[in-house]
């Protein structure tokens, strides 16, 4: 909350975090969400990664390795070590995650890899997806009658255990949804910060840090620009629901 808060210029009251379990029970508990694709979706890698053999996760030898090495004195290049490369026997989302093109129905399961979905993409889509996914949700649970009924929104809540945690308590959650249900047509409006020529941040080459994100301007002024003004601006197109 502190951070964010520092970036965008915003006083952030109150947060939420939900985790895996929490996401694919919650998706299931609505009866599933309504995705319409313009492209088939797949993720051949990210599910399927090779990573240094640990005995516990990843243990089934793919005959690869990763190579340490490190540079002499003299400029010559020289191997420090070799370690043997695995993969998950147990693959996640069947290893290569396929949705086909148009209207469909994912189950908690399906949503989270969608959700999940980056290494043939990239964090930025990642990130729109799950704003996609945030607005459908939202819709499913106002069509079905659950943000109309603050008993179901807690049985759901309750369900989800320990899954969910939230710095609001219970009397402030009912008031706050009092207040929301008489907000006629409510909205949300959301935004990624992308790295592109419109986004507002940047790429500023390798650096001992590694691969790294600088606001524009090396400042935040036009994030809180934009955080303060995010409801008078139009709602960015290629994060709405398809």
Avoid at 69 to 84: L, M, S
Avoid at 133 to 145: L, N
Avoid at 150 to 156: D, L, P, R
Wanted: some cysteine; proline content about 4%.
């Amino acid at each position: 909350e502190k951070i964010v808060g520092d970036i965008t210029g915003l006083t952030v009251h109150y947060g939420a975090s939900i985790n895996f379990q929490g996401f694919k029970q919650l998706i299931n508990a609505i009866g599933g969400i309504e995705i319409t694709l313009s492209k088939p979706i797949e993720e051949a890698m990210q599910f399927d990664e090779e990573k240094v053999c640990d005995g516990q996760v990843f243990t089934e030898p793919t005959g690869k390795y990763e190579t340490k090495k490190y540079k002499t004195r003299t400029g010559k290049v020289k191997i420090a070590a070799q370690y043997p490369l695995c993969t998950n026997p147990d693959k996640e989302c069947g290893g290569d995650f396929k949705l086909s093109a148009g209207k469909q129905t994912l189950n908690g399961d399906q949503a989270l890899c969608y959700v999940r979905s980056r290494k043939t993409s990239n964090d930025f889509e990642r990130a729109k997806r799950q704003q996609e996914v945030m607005q459908i949700v939202k819709e499913k649970m106002t069509s079905i009658g659950t943000l109309s009924d603050f008993s179901k929104i807690n049985g759901i809540l309750d369900s989800l255990g320990d899954n969910v945690k939230s710095d609001v308590q219970l009397w402030e959650m009912q008031k706050l949804y009092e207040i929301y249900k008489n907000i006629p047509n409510p909205e949300m409006h959301q935004r990624v910060l992308e790295d592109s020529e419109e986004g507002l941040l940047y790429y500023p080459g390798e650096s001992a840090a590694g691969y790294i994100l600088l606001p524009r301007g090396d400042n935040y002024d036009k994030i809180k620009d934009m955080a303060q003004n995010i409801f008078n601006v139009p709602s960015q197109s290629d994060i709405k629901p398809k």
